[in-house]
């Protein structure tokens, strides 16, 4: 069933505005009495028929239930600034396995050094969020210097970040401990300089090795994320 992102939830209908609106409108080209999904970004799902279409979209809620698809914990990727649109590919791979928040960062290696971004990014992030069967829509930041990224990820009960010259630390070791709210952290093409590895450590930063092999910085994400939640039990249905 089809899922829409709802502008307002009352106790018996919803509405559906905007782009949302209009993609059911004119893309989908639903009617009167077409049932979909709903999300709020609360976590609920609300299965619901179409009363009114008109510029914005009316509904009837026909019941409601708690989303199975999200995970227990929260896991929020840091990554640098790759170059080319990347970025969007990475927001849209994080979303699908799970992330809680996607934060772009610049570091001293990056070859695009972008501003903004957020909004866009976060359209990449609501349409992952549709095609996954998630409620819960990522936070995606603008794109933050390295010391704001610094700051956000001090908060993390476990920081991971990729170190190609780690050799000992797995990251099956790693993700070992019993945390529930994990950052990780991932550099751009060039990788990090020595100083920034320390400055990520100053703030709780694990280094670890993913190998011999040296991933591009759209596939490292990725594998680390995938990696994690199977860790944590959160590939199993």
């Given at each position: 069933?089809?899922?829409?992102?709802?502008?307002?939830?009352?106790?018996?209908?919803?509405?559906?505005?905007?782009?949302?609106?209009?993609?059911?409108?004119?893309?989908?080209?639903?009617?009167?009495?077409?049932?979909?999904?709903?999300?709020?970004?609360?976590?609920?799902?609300?299965?619901?028929?179409?009363?009114?279409?008109?510029?914005?979209?009316?509904?009837?809620?026909?019941?409601?239930?708690?989303?199975?698809?999200?995970?227990?914990?929260?896991?929020?990727?840091?990554?640098?600034?790759?170059?080319?649109?990347?970025?969007?590919?990475?927001?849209?791979?994080?979303?699908?396995?799970?992330?809680?928040?996607?934060?772009?960062?610049?570091?001293?290696?990056?070859?695009?050094?972008?501003?903004?971004?957020?909004?866009?990014?976060?359209?990449?992030?609501?349409?992952?969020?549709?095609?996954?069967?998630?409620?819960?829509?990522?936070?995606?930041?603008?794109?933050?210097?390295?010391?704001?990224?610094?700051e956000l990820m001090s908060n993390h009960e476990?920081?991971?970040?990729?170190?190609?010259?780690?050799?000992?630390?797995?990251?099956?070791?790693?993700?070992?401990?019993?945390?529930?709210?994990?950052?990780?952290?991932?550099?751009s093409e060039g990788g990090f300089e020595r100083?920034?590895?320390?400055?990520?450590?100053?703030?709780?930063?694990?280094?670890?090795?993913?190998?011999?092999?040296?991933?591009?910085?759209?596939?490292?994400?990725?594998?680390?994320?995938?990696?994690?939640?199977?860790?944590?039990?959160?590939?199993?249905?």
């Amino acid at each position: 069933m089809r899922r829409f992102l709802a502008t307002n939830v009352s106790k018996n209908s919803i509405y559906i505005s905007g782009e949302e609106a209009n993609h059911m409108r004119n893309a989908v080209r639903m009617s009167i009495g077409d049932e979909f999904i709903a999300i709020d970004g609360s976590g609920i799902d609300y299965t619901c028929a179409i009363t009114n279409i008109d510029k914005d979209v009316k509904a009837d809620i026909l019941s409601k239930s708690q989303n199975k698809a999200e995970p227990e914990i929260n896991v929020t990727l840091y990554q640098a600034y790759p170059k080319s649109a990347k970025m969007n590919e990475i927001v849209q791979k994080a979303v699908e396995l799970g992330a809680a928040a996607i934060v772009p960062f610049l570091s001293k290696r990056c070859v695009k050094r972008p501003s903004g971004q957020g909004d866009k990014l976060s359209k990449v992030a609501l349409s992952a969020v549709k095609q996954c069967g998630r409620s819960i829509i990522p936070n995606v930041t603008d794109v933050q210097s390295f010391e704001q990224a610094l700051e956000l990820m001090s908060n993390h009960e476990l920081l991971i970040i990729c170190d190609e010259e780690e050799r000992q630390r797995q990251l099956y070791t790693a993700l070992q401990v019993g945390a529930s709210d994990i950052g990780i952290v991932i550099g751009s093409e060039g990788g990090f300089e020595r100083s920034e590895i320390e400055r990520v450590k100053d703030c709780g930063g694990i280094p670890v090795t993913l190998g011999r092999r040296i991933m591009r910085t759209e596939t490292a994400g990725i594998a680390v994320l995938a990696a994690c939640f199977y860790a944590k039990g959160e590939m199993e249905y």
